[in-house]
């Protein structure tokens, strides 16, 4: 294939979604933008997470509209806690909280540490 070639050769854009086809793959995709504490990149994961699942389904089973659910998840938003919640709870996932590896244990887990041992 020579330049001029290339240049008409059309591109399609990269969908995650597309490749998001099982609940594991989800649920690391979904895990791994959570540990970034970026905002903007975890309602990212949360937006293709649902149009892997299709965004209908769970709009539905969330008690969401479809509409509100777009909103919801657009780039710029602020959604509620307890809507996130609820749209991991339709997408068959749950949240799991453990210390964080750089952070230092604060003093009150320092002392029941001491007191168990």
Request: no cysteine; charged share 25%.
């Amino acid at each position: 294939m020579n330049h001029k070639e290339a240049r008409k050769e059309k591109l399609t854009e990269f969908d995650v979604a597309e490749y998001l086809t099982n609940e594991n793959l989800m649920a690391e995709y979904l895990s791994a933008a959570f540990e970034t504490g970026d905002y903007p990149l975890i309602v990212a994961a949360l937006n293709d997470v649902i149009k892997a699942q299709g965004v209908a389904i769970i709009a539905a089973s969330a008690d969401v509209g479809r509409e509100s659910l777009y909103k919801t998840l657009a780039p710029g938003s602020k959604a509620r806690f307890e809507t996130v919640i609820k749209l991991l709870g339709s997408l068959g996932m749950k949240m799991k909280i453990e210390p964080a590896d750089d952070t230092p244990p604060s003093p009150k887990s320092k002392h029941r540490q001491a007191a168990i041992a």
